[in-house]
């Protein structure tokens, strides 16, 4: 088990190398010249080629390739990601604080998530076909065919207007987390709780569970061999919905201005500001390796099998 | 003494309204062997999966099976669990998924018999080795820690049959053991049972598309073609004057086979003609 | 082909065919459909409710809402549809040589995929978009790049499934060419798998995009697309829900008859809801007796 963790870490670090030289490229290719846009954010009157050329000098964008790439990497490591050509703050200051704030986000939703697919998972896997089963997939298939904005939009016209329970925005209190993760949850959990289902159905048709029945185990105790299995395939699924909905959270966090990456990431979008959406990036694929990692790793602890395959 | 009399049993698909077996009746009688032979898709594995109440939910049967006096047909859900495992025993064709993959097969096994007896956890253990040793299993508890895909088929089947040992049922239904494994692994689970059967007394089914196999094991044989029993009687009788044709072919095509073998070694008697 | 007539047998999945086929046509022929133009301006009629003349009433600039609705059917539904081939065809290329193929260039092309799916879907397309400017060919072709290496993953498992095949072997042995072994053989027992793959992508790939329209990322104003439409319903939402009726209905139907189609081809495919098949049946088993020499079966 130690060796197969090594092994996982070892390989993920020429990955992360190579995904971070690939986001440096990636700015590279911009129609736009980096330098123009932080003399336009500056509001300089008049952008005249000698004046592109001293901010690019300045910038040190006049270095070949390789030294900026070697540069900007270090520097990343060091957290400090350059500054904002916009608001010329350090990108870390921006980013570090949005960050949080959708991590709170994320892991409250996915916690609620979890309970609430696997619960519905297992409940429905049990009653297939019956009608508890047809009624909360009509009903999970429904709201996952409507739009995170739309069912935002009609929670907070009903919660937050109609009844004033909650707030429409912002992030003050423990109340201001019901709507963002609720309309988080109910988008996922509808597709998450179908891939528990049928993992389970899967499972129940599986040999192992008539042969047991065979042998006079009580129902409880076969149940308990199903699900374990089932939640192989579904904790690498889990594992991976958080830097999923670490990144997907742009339309929710817009409907409900909440002060996370995804409202930054948007303004950096609109504002042509590359450090900041560089950074962005490069801190979202890296979750994203990592968590890649530890799901692999959490696999190969509950499936024995996987650890002589690597 | 009949353990097991089928009587008119029907199974067929409630969706499909097909039917799969049509009235097949039979009987085991205690401390004999019954073979149920015939190709694939006649129905022998869904008649033993009816008389343990097992098969898939899509599936509804009719008649009379009685055991041991009582028609288990009638008996509730938990009466039927108790009944199985302790007196009418399963053992499955593929070794390898019918243990839980993600657990070690000792868990299954500790599982099983705790279920129906009441005792300790080292005497279960003690049992348990007594009875794989027996089966020529070596090392029982490195056995027992293992995962089903680190064993060969011939093994996880001599790991039921040891379970069966222990649990020392009435009836054992074999339900294609010998089909996946390779002809020395056969033999060696063929003798298993067969010592089985000498040692606990019990009555046994076999099914299995090998006449070789059958004509060593058992001593009644019910041929099934189609989902219907075609011919039934002592074994010697089948296989020497069969009366219906299909059974006819069937020993036919056998000898066919293990003729040319038997020309190729030079007529050397290996295991059986 | 057997599986898709079995899928079409369930009357829903026929509906919800039907339905899309109907609606991917009134996008093509939107301007003979289209009552209005949709984006003429009508100050005068700001928020009419409906009427004969404008059948769905009048926006916030009093737009025709039904011109607008049909209009946007084109971004919203049938250039999805077209990334959607696009993905699907680059990766099914990548996925069908790596899967086929093997060894060192199977190695190469998914560790490639991996780099590329180390970014998360939603962040690679709005990195793109951050590059290239907002607009809807940049969305599109942000999707495309940030999608097909999923596409070219999954169908390159069910190839190699396929292709590890006892028929595919023995074709080999007897020397049918690879190219012939691809296209005959292989390419059409994938077919469905990719079928269901791509199917079961559309409904979240259109709810994706007019995401990114909302935020004002994708399709620029004036242009119709039910996204945009609903961001501009939602700034006037507490004086007038209703605004948002129309695009969000469309929108959810869409969605939900893609969703239907999809569900239906899977359960066609494989009716035990999470099972994968062992293996192709019939070329199989009439090989399988030829060659084993095996009775009966």
Redesign the interface.
């Known amino acids: 088990m130690g060796r197969y963790l090594l092994k996982r870490l070892l390989i993920s670090i020429p990955?992360l190398v190579?995904?971070s030289f690939?986001?440096f490229c990636?700015?590279q290719?911009?129609?736009?010249d980096p330098a123009e846009v932080v003399l336009q954010a500056q509001g300089v009157p008049q952008i005249t080629p000698e004046l592109v050329a001293q901010t690019k000098a300045e910038l040190g964008m006049d270095k070949p390739f390789i030294v900026r790439y070697l540069d900007w990497l270090l520097s990343c490591l060091q957290l400090d990601f350059g500054h904002s050509y916009v608001t010329g703050k350090s990108v870390w200051s921006l980013l570090g604080p949005a960050f949080v704030n959708t991590l709170k986000l994320t892991l409250v939703s996915v916690a609620a998530i979890l309970v609430l697919s696997v619960a519905l998972g297992v409940i429905c896997a049990l009653q297939a076909g019956k009608r508890t089963d047809q009624a909360v997939r009509a009903v999970s298939?429904?709201l996952?065919?409507?739009?995170?904005?739309?069912l935002a939009?009609i929670l907070v016209?009903y919660f937050a207007?109609k009844l004033d329970w909650l707030p429409t925005s912002g992030m003050d209190s423990y109340k201001s987390y019901l709507l963002p993760v609720a309309v988080t949850t109910i988008g996922y959990a509808g597709i998450y709780f179908r891939m528990v289902r049928?993992?389970v159905?899967?499972n129940l048709?599986e040999e192992y569970v008539r042969y047991s029945r065979a042998c006079g185990l009580p129902e409880r105790k076969i149940m308990l061999h199903v699900i374990r299995n089932s939640l192989q395939v579904t904790t690498a699924v889990f594992c991976m919905a958080i830097?999923?909905i670490?990144?997907?959270t742009?339309?929710v966090e817009?409907?409900f201005a909440w002060p996370g990456l995804g409202t930054l990431?948007?303004k950096?979008?609109?504002s042509?500001d590359?450090p900041l959406?560089q950074a962005?990036?490069l801190v979202?694929?890296v979750a994203?390796?990592l968590f890649?990692t530890v799901s692999d790793v959490l696999q190969a602890a509950l499936n024995p099998k996987l650890r002589e395959e690597l | 003494m009949a353990v097991l009399e089928v009587a008119d049993l029907q199974i067929w698909d409630s969706g499909t309204n097909q039917c799969l077996v049509a009235g097949s009746s039979f009987q085991v009688k205690a401390g004999s062997c019954l073979a149920i032979v015939g190709?694939?898709g006649s129905g022998k594995s869904l008649t033993c999966k009816a008389i343990m109440r097992l098969n898939d939910s899509g599936l509804r049967q009719s008649g009379e099976i009685r055991f041991k006096g009582e028609n288990l047909l009638a008996l509730s859900e938990k009466e039927m669990r108790q009944k199985r495992g302790k007196q009418i025993c399963l053992i499955v064709q593929n070794g390898m998924r019918a243990f839980d993959p993600s657990c070690v097969v000792g868990v299954h096994l500790l599982e099983t018999i705790a279920t129906h007896f009441d005792w300790g956890r080292d005497e279960i253990t003690t049992r348990l080795t007594a009875a794989m040793e027996s089966v020529m299993l070596r090392n029982p508890r490195e056995i027992m820690n293992k995962y089903p895909h680190q064993l060969s088929g011939g093994m996880l089947q001599r790991i039921m049959i040891a379970l069966a040992l222990v649990l020392a049922p009435d009836l054992i239904i074999a339900d294609e053991p010998t089909t996946a494994l390779d002809a020395v692994s056969a033999f060696e689970v063929v003798e298993q049972l067969m010592a089985l059967r000498q040692n606990t007394g019990c009555a046994m089914i076999f099914v299995s598309?090998d006449l070789g196999v059958v004509k060593k094991i058992a001593d009644e044989v019910l041929v099934m073609k189609e989902g219907a029993v075609v011919e039934s009687g002592a074994a010697h009788q089948i296989f020497s004057k069969a009366r219906h044709e299909y059974t006819r072919y069937l020993v036919s095509?056998k000898l066919a086979l293990s003729q040319r073998f038997s020309q190729v070694m030079g007529g050397v008697d290996v295991a059986e003609g | 082909m057997k599986w898709l007539k079995n899928a079409l047998h369930d009357k829903v999945a026929m509906a919800s065919f039907t339905f899309l086929v109907l609606i991917a046509a009134a996008g093509i022929f939107a301007p003979f459909l289209a009552p209005h133009d949709p984006k003429a301006v009508h100050m005068d009629m700001r928020f009419a409710p409906a009427s004969w003349e404008y059948p769905l009433g009048n926006d916030q600039l009093g737009r025709c809402v039904l011109s607008r609705l049909i209009y946007g059917i084109r971004p919203s539904l049938l250039w999805v549809l077209a990334a959607l081939v696009l993905s699907v065809g680059i990766g099914g290329i990548v996925g069908f040589v790596a899967g086929y193929f093997r060894g060192r260039l199977d190695a190469v092309l998914m560790r490639l995929c991996?780099?590329m799916l180390?970014?998360?879907?939603?962040?690679?397309t709005?990195?793109?978009?951050?590059?290239?400017?907002?607009g809807l060919e940049n969305i599109l072709i942000a999707f495309v790049l940030s999608k097909w290496p999923w596409f070219a993953r999954v169908i390159r498992t069910s190839v190699r499934q396929y292709a590890e095949a006892d028929y595919v072997r023995f074709a080999k042995a007897i020397g049918i060419s690879d190219w012939q072994i691809m296209t005959r053989h292989i390419a059409l027992v994938a077919t469905p798998d990719i079928a269901v793959i791509a199917s079961s992508s559309l409904?979240s790939m259109i709810?994706q995009i007019?995401?990114f329209s909302?935020?004002?990322?994708g399709i620029q104003a004036p242009n119709a697309e039910w996204?945009m439409m609903?961001?501009e319903a939602?700034e006037v939402?507490?004086s007038r829900?209703e605004l948002?009726l129309a695009p969000?209905l469309a929108?959810?139907l869409t969605?939900?008859a893609v969703?239907f189609l999809a569900d239906a081809l899977q359960t066609a495919l494989d009716p035990?809801?999470?099972?994968s098949r062992q293996k192709p049946q019939a070329l199989v088993s009439a090989l399988d007796t030829g060659i084993s020499g095996k009775?009966?079966?």
């Open positions: 990955l190579l995904v690939c986001t990636l700015m290719f911009s129609p736009l298939f429904l996952a065919s409507l739009p995170p904005y739309l939009a016209w207007v049928s993992a159905l899967g048709h830097p999923v670490l990144g997907g742009v339309v817009n409907v990431s948007v950096a979008i609109m042509r590359f959406i962005y990036v979202l694929a994203f390796i890649n | 190709e694939s598309h095509s | 991996d780099v180390s970014f998360p879907g939603y962040v690679m709005l990195a793109i978009i951050g590059i290239m400017g907002v409904g709810l007019s995401g909302f935020l004002g990322l996204g609903l961001s939602r939402m507490f829900p948002m969000g929108i959810v969605v939900c969703n035990k809801l999470g099972r009775s009966g079966r």
